[in-house]
């Protein structure tokens, strides 16, 4: 079993409708969360990060955190061709000094 | 602030070849980090550092080396390039504190072992 994985994708939505991207973690000890969005070519940048139970709103951007069922889900409403992109998700566990990435799902949003 | 910077951009190695990817940041962070990224994957995580003078192993550390002599720089050797090798490579940097845990990369470095 993979530390992290995330929904194979890729994920295609049309423009204005809410993309919702998973991710689930095996170390139970994980403390932070964290989603990252890449374009192609480029490197990764944070869109945002949730520490405790619950939900995370920044802007079109909600964050999902269950740690009971080690899952952490990210949703983006109104969907824009803009937000189209690889994300990723990292989840900092027992070792403070590193965290670790899941494979990405590609997001694709049509106009 | 430049942030963190990568030389070189891009580069192509023969078999066997060794090279140093150099890594620079200039916001005073503790932590450094070097990732690799494959097609279609995500970051595996090569080597890391807490501080000047400390480093340790990643996921996959084998056929790579680093140092740490200063907060500044975290330079990447590559010894006897193999195809395996080739992939886009990303530093990475944070502080050790504050509220946000967050890690602010490089642009890359893309290589190429033939």
């Known amino acids: 079993q993979k530390e992290v994985e995330q929904n194979s994708g890729p994920l295609s939505v049309p423009e204005g409708a809410i993309a919702s991207l998973n991710c689930t973690y095996s170390d139970r000890g994980s403390q932070s969360f964290f989603w990252y969005r890449q374009y192609s070519g480029k490197s990764p940048e944070l869109i945002m990060f949730i520490y405790s139970n619950g939900d995370k709103e920044d802007g079109r951007f909600t964050a999902q955190l269950n740690k009971a069922s080690q899952y952490v889900s990210l949703l983006i409403r109104d969907s824009q061709p803009s937000d189209s992109a690889t994300y990723l998700c990292?989840?900092?566990?027992?070792?403070?000094?590193?965290?670790?990435f899941g494979d990405g799902t590609t997001l694709t949003v049509k106009p | 602030n430049a942030g963190v910077t990568q030389t070189p951009k891009f580069r192509i190695l023969k078999i066997g070849q060794s090279m140093t990817l150099q890594c620079a940041q200039d916001?005073?962070?503790?932590?450094m980090y070097w990732y690799r990224q494959d097609p279609g994957m995500g970051l595996k995580l090569i080597y890391y550092s807490v501080g000047a003078g400390i480093t340790d192993k990643g996921e996959v550390p084998n056929g790579y080396n680093v140092s740490r002599s200063t907060t500044e720089d975290f330079p990447l050797r590559l010894e006897l390039a193999a195809p395996s090798q080739t992939s886009v490579y990303f530093c990475?940097?944070?502080?050790?504190?504050?509220?946000?845990?967050?890690?602010?990369f490089g642009p890359g470095t893309r290589l190429t072992v033939l």
């Open positions: 916001m005073n962070h503790n932590y």
């Open positions: 990475a940097s944070r502080t050790s504190g504050g509220a946000v845990d967050t890690q602010y």
């Open positions: 990292a989840v900092k566990g027992t070792n403070a000094g590193k965290s670790t």
